[in-house]
Structures are given as structure tokens and as C-alpha cells.
T-cell receptor, first 113, second 115 residues
């Protein structure tokens, strides 16, 4: 039962263009969402997060959008840089006393120079 | 601030052998997590400690996996005996208190190959 889904295993974009990574979830109890970035042979690194009370959070080149009614979030990277090439994981936390992170399978982003 | 440390980075063993992984969290972090990441999947939580107590071990295969965090600081994860399907990267993470919007910081992981 995949509660957090990243349906695109890979995405390729040109340097300077926008990268849009998508994530869908099924559990309506999730109330906090995170994006992690992972380079080969390294652990995931926290990138940006959003609470369910917001629909947008921005940090420099990275913006996360949340559409609660559609149970969908997306990560926008503008402009994309070759150093952004990595696997991006979407993760979600439940509400109440359940703070366990549930991860998607990840999307491999390749930014071509 | 030093990050989460893990060792070894790589381990190759035969099936039915035992193996242990070590994790030292970020100083002052009360919550420690062990994840299993199988190739092509996202990390899956195996166990979560709050100080030296277990908060969640619902997805830990307890017939072969064990973990401890005796002094509330570093932790070990053991597999005995290992199976082929245990081949994965084992990630350790820590966070300040495990509450609400608390961010988890990950170590580099241990890549286990079971032959």
C-alpha cells in the first residue's frame, strides 16, 4: 500500500529551465510534507517542507506547492542547475502522535548543461 | 555541527551470517531512526528511539533484526541471520525531539550486500 506516490521515476531538463517534481498521497491524516534530495552514496538531505495549513512555501530557487483537495504536492526548481541532479524523495508525516515519515520511491532529476 | 555518523559504509556477507551497523546521531538529538532502503524504493522506517526507549518498531522484522540505544546516544542495528532480501542501504537519522515539524537528518548509510 503505497501511501506516498511519485509516479515519474525520472525527469530530464535543460539547465536554466524549470524542474517540476510531483507527488501524490492517499492518507488524509498526513499534515506535514517534506522533500529530500539524495546524491549517490550519500544520505538524503532535507530540502524544503510545507504544513497542511499552507499551500505554498518558498526557499530560494525551491518552491513547494500543496493542493490538499487533490492530495497532491509539487516541487518547483527555478532555474535548474546541473548540481541539482539527484534523486528527490517526497515524504509525509501523519498528524496527532504519529510522526513517522512515509517516503515515496523517488524521482531521478537530471539537469543537462 | 557534526552530522550523523554511520559505520561501516559497506558490508558484504553470506546469507545466514550476522552483521551489525553502528550509528552516532547529531549531538543533543533525542530521537534516532533506522531506515531500510531497498534499491528503487524510498526509505522505510524500521525503528524509532526516543532517548533510549523504543517509540515505533512496527516494521522491524523482530525474528532476525534487533536494535538498541542503551545510553540514549549511539545505536546499533543487528541482523541475525541475514537473508538475501536484506540487501539494502541502512540509513540512520536523528532529530531534536521527534515532534511535529522536527526535521530528520540522515547519515550516509551502510550498503549491505547479502550473497
Amino acid at each position: 500500500d503505497q501511501q506516498v506516490k511519485q509516479n515519474s521515476p525520472s525527469l530530464s531538463v535543460q539547465e536554466g529551465r524549470i524542474s517540476i517534481l510531483n507527488c501524490d498521497y492517499t492518507n488524509s491524516m498526513f499534515d506535514y510534507f517534506l522533500w529530500y534530495k539524495k546524491y549517490p552514496a550519500e544520505g538524503p538531505t532535507f530540502l524544503i517542507s510545507i504544513s497542511s495549513i499552507k499551500d505554498k512555501n518558498e526557499d530560494g530557487r525551491f518552491t513547494v506547492f500543496l493542493n490538499k483537495s487533490a492530495k497532491h504536492l509539487s516541487l518547483h526548481i527555478v532555474p535548474s542547475q546541473p548540481g541539482d541532479s539527484a534523486v528527490y524523495f517526497c515524504a509525509a508525516k501523519g498528524g496527532g502522535s504519529n510522526y513517522k515519515l512515509t517516503f515515496g520511491k523517488g524521482t531521478l532529476l537530471t539537469v543537462n548543461p | 555541527e557534526a552530522g550523523v555518523a554511520q559505520s561501516p559504509r559497506y558490508k558484504i556477507i553470506e546469507k545466514r551470517q550476522s552483521v551489525a551497523f553502528w550509528c552516532n546521531p547529531i549531538s543533543g538529538h533525542a530521537t534516532l531512526y533506522w531506515y531500510q532502503q531497498i534499491l528503487g524504493q524510498g526509505p522505510k522506517l524500521l525503528i524509532q528511539f526516543q532517548n533510549n526507549g523504543v517509540v515505533d518498531d512496527s516494521q522491524l522484522p523482530k525474528d532476525r533484526f534487533s536494535a538498541e540505544r542503551l545510553k540514549g546516544v549511539d545505536s546499533t542495528l543487528k541482523i541475525q541471520p541475514a537473508k538475501l532480501e536484506d540487501s539494502a542501504v541502512y540509513l540512520c537519522a536523528s532529530s531534536r525531539d521527534g515532534q511535529g515539524t522536527d526535521t530528520q537528518y540522515f547519515g550516509p548509510g551502510t550498503r549491505l550486500t547479502v550473497l
